[in-house]
């Protein structure tokens, strides 16, 4: 069965970093292009971060550019998104997408204190 499950997240202080798992099963992640997503109360879902099928693309909008690393673990078919100096603005609720699958992790809250 296709799932996304991830974990970490949490609180951070102003300035410091986090990393985020999305586990998945059904497909390999190896194969196939992931994104991450954040969204906030009131505003729409936008994408932070893309990793490509093959592995040697990565994506980013220009503000993230810099703070955030997309990589992926064939061994344990996890995708990761690092965030490094973050600040309260990255506050949001953070999720995993599989576009070939339409299918979304459960999101994990990121809040950063200042």
């Known amino acids: 069965q296709l799932q996304l499950v991830q974990s970490g997240g949490g609180l951070v202080q102003f300035g410091g970093s986090l990393t985020l798992s999305c586990a998945a099963s059904?497909?390999?992640?190896?194969?196939?292009?992931m994104i991450w997503y954040r969204q906030t109360p009131g505003k729409e879902r936008e994408w932070v971060a893309f990793?490509?099928?093959?592995?040697?693309?990565?994506n980013f909008p220009g503000s993230m550019k810099g703070r955030l690393t997309i990589s992926r673990d064939g061994a344990n078919n996890t995708v990761y998104l690092q965030m490094a100096s973050l600040n309260p603005e990255d506050t949001a609720v953070y999720y995993c997408?599989?576009?070939?699958?339409?299918?979304w992790g459960q999101g994990t809250q990121v809040t950063v204190s200042s």
């Open positions: 990793i490509s099928g093959s592995g040697d693309r990565t």
């Open positions: 059904g497909f390999s992640v190896t194969t196939y292009p």
């Open positions: 997408y599989t576009p070939p699958f339409s299918r």
